[in-house]
């Protein structure tokens, strides 16, 4: 098959390859600086002279010369031509290139590239207007914004006139469904004609990293509601898949950090004063896919929502989906009641970056939010915000980590520290760590609720064992009449293997809200890691005739189910131990023994069983 690519199929391919992710699964990378090194896999050295830049996304050895984007560098690498490189790295991120070349495709891509223009066109006009408009004018500039702000962001003005932008790009030879598609106008109740969506308004175009017009917001001149109005989802704009200012922000982070706000105003506001690695999202919450791009630019993200109840909810939420992507994520507080507009008006640059490097990590966030949630000066307060911490603390792997925040948490309510740790380790307590996603399978009873099932990760799982629950999980995905069949007896839970269990978890979503695995979904929802791990599950050669799928599954369930109970054999075993070397025993001690003893017989018959 002959493929002919588009540049905006390239770009979208590079893209969504981090060349620092790529290359570190060639070759292993060390941080120095903003940059990253390596001895040459091109060719014999014993000093690292092979650099790679997150910032400008290229690669280059000093010692033997080579250099390029991440196509170059997966061309060189595995001896491949262009084409070939470009479909591995296609699929690496789950893009299809199979149907790009028909006519319907590049029918479509065309119409994109038309409302692009649009947007531009919009743009340029928006911007037109808000140097003809004093009353608009005199309203940037008294919110501090000079001229080459107002040129670098594109800021505009819609008139309060009805149908003007309307008339204006008719008149530039674009039809009213197209302008309508785009979100600049809306269908009249009557149906007879349309009007101008953005009137009397300050206008904020939205570009996305390529810098093309994708959107617009626009703020009213006064204090009336709503006080910000923006684009529609529409062919070319998502608000859950965007940022604004990341265009900007993306060449100043510097592969440093990036620094997120709320709104358009709090951008422009820091920017007028230096603080130039600045996004916002759109009018939702931080969005998992919002998190996601901001990874592809930088690993140090800045949370600087507005300091009140709203907004400090918002920053926990938004910390947790950080984490979720693995972005090494921080909370700046604001002095109560301001925002980043406000501050950085009455403060110096100096001082914000000062707020920046005060700025509290995950479990030093998340103390500030259960303390101020809960109220101390009471016993009740005390209690459930230990609790809340201690929950909080069960999920950290590391006990030196969790000791060193027990201490603060006991200063903070004069609870001992003995106390708060037989919370956190708890017998009835579930240390093993749960996702929001398991929680919504949970919820809506998409499988049970046995936390038993879960499988401690310390075992050490065998090759027959992973490969069964690698076949199995091919078949649910391959066959919905196989999920069906599944889904009642066997949950993602049941699966021990870490990465299967994340994957099952979004593949019976998948079931649930789509009736199918729909492919090109799941690479917003599976990180890098899952989806590599994906593309081998369903590339998986099973060799099994469709009239023996149902024995291969219980054959496979059936061996699951073993190792699992030889791994509960031998934690019983761990615990009988224990109990005799006990040098006193008390009643209960004796009793737990007995306790012990009856399951392990219980659990050799049914091993014997299932050989």
């Known amino acids: 098959m002959t493929y002919r690519f588009s540049d905006e199929e390239i770009e979208e391919i590079i893209d969504r390859n981090n060349i620092v992710d790529v290359i570190s699964e060639y070759i292993e990378l060390k941080r120095a600086g903003v940059n990253f090194k390596a001895l040459c896999p091109f060719h014999t050295e014993k000093t690292p002279s092979f650099v790679v830049s997150p910032e400008k996304q290229i690669f280059h050895c000093f010692g033997c010369g080579e250099g390029g984007n991440v196509i170059s560098f997966v061309m060189k690498y595995e001896n491949l031509n262009f084409v070939e490189a470009v479909k591995l790295l296609a699929d690496r991120v789950g893009i299809s290139l199979e149907k790009k070349n028909t006519a319907d495709d590049i029918k479509k891509r065309k119409e994109k590239e038309r409302l692009y223009a649009l947007n531009r066109e919009a743009a340029i006009y928006f911007y037109r207007m808000l140097k003809k408009n004093k009353r608009a004018y005199n309203y940037v500039k008294s919110r501090g914004i000079d001229e080459l702000t107002i040129k670098t962001f594109g800021l505009g003005y819609s008139k309060s006139d009805w149908n003007d932008l309307l008339n204006y790009l008719k008149n530039k030879n674009y039809t009213e469904e197209e302008i309508e598609r785009v979100g600049l106008i809306i269908k009249r109740k009557d149906n007879k004609g349309y009007y101008d969506r953005f009137r009397d308004r300050v206008i904020f175009p939205i570009l996305d990293v390529r810098g093309r017009v994708i959107g617009f917001g626009g703020r009213v001149l006064d204090d009336s509601q709503p006080k910000y109005l923006n684009s529609p989802d529409t062919p070319v704009f998502s608000k859950g898949y965007n940022l604004y200012g990341l265009n900007i922000a993306k060449k100043n982070s510097r592969g440093n950090r990036i620094l997120l706000v709320e ?3 709090d951008i422009i506001a820091l920017y007028s004063q230096g603080i130039d690695y600045c996004v916002a999202s759109l009018g939702t919450a931080l969005t998992e896919q919002q998190a996601k791009l901001l990874k592809r630019y930088s690993n140090d993200l800045y949370i600087c929502y507005d300091s009140d109840e709203a907004g400090q909810n918002a920053a926990n939420k938004a910390l947790d989906i950080s984490k979720k992507v693995g972005l090494n994520a921080k ?6 009641g301001k925002d980043p507009d406000e501050y950085i008006k009455h403060h110096s640059k100096k001082s914000f970056e000062l707020l920046i490097q005060n700025a509290l990590n995950y479990i030093e966030y998340k103390i500030h939010f259960y303390k101020h949630k809960n109220n101390l000066n009471t016993l009740e307060g005390r209690v459930k915000f230990t609790k809340d911490i201690a929950q909080l603390l069960r999920k950290i ?7 060193a925040y027990l201490g603060k948490v006991s200063d903070e309510t004069g609870i001992s520290v003995e106390a708060i740790k037989r919370e956190i380790f708890s017998r009835n307590n579930n240390r093993f760590k749960t996702t929001s996603t398991k929680d919504k399978y949970r919820i809506n009873n998409y499988r049970n609720n046995n936390k038993d099932k879960i499988i401690p990760v310390e075992y050490k799982l ?12 091919k078949l649910v995905t391959s066959n919905k009449r196989i999920y069906n069949k599944v889904k009642d007896i066997f949950s993602p839970e049941d699966f021990s293997n870490k990465l299967y269990r994340s994957i099952s978890e979004v ?12 492919k090109e979904d799941l690479l917003n929802l599976l990180n890098q890691e899952e989806l590599k791990e994906f593309n081998e599950i369903i590339n998986l050669d099973l060799q099994i005739d469709s009239k023996d799928e149902d024995k291969a599954v219980e054959d496979y369930i059936k061996k699951i189910n073993y190792f699992k109970l030889k791994i509960e054999r031998d934690r019983i075993k761990k615990q009988i131990r224990e109990l005799e070397s006990k040098e006193e025993k008390g009643k209960g001690d ?8 009856l399951k392990l017989i219980e659990i050799d018959k049914q091993l014997k069983m299932h050989q």
């Open 263 to 265: 709104g358009y105003m």
């Open 590 to 597: 004796v009793e737990r023994f007995k306790e012990m003893c």
């Open 331 to 336: 909370v700046v507080l604001l002095p109560e």
């Open 397 to 403: 792997e590391s006990p030196i980590e969790v000791d």
């Open 507 to 518: 593949i019976y979503q998948q079931y649930e809200t789509n009736n199918k695995v729909i």
């Open 462 to 473: 065998e090759p027959g064992h992973l490969l069964a629950e690698k076949s199995l999980l």
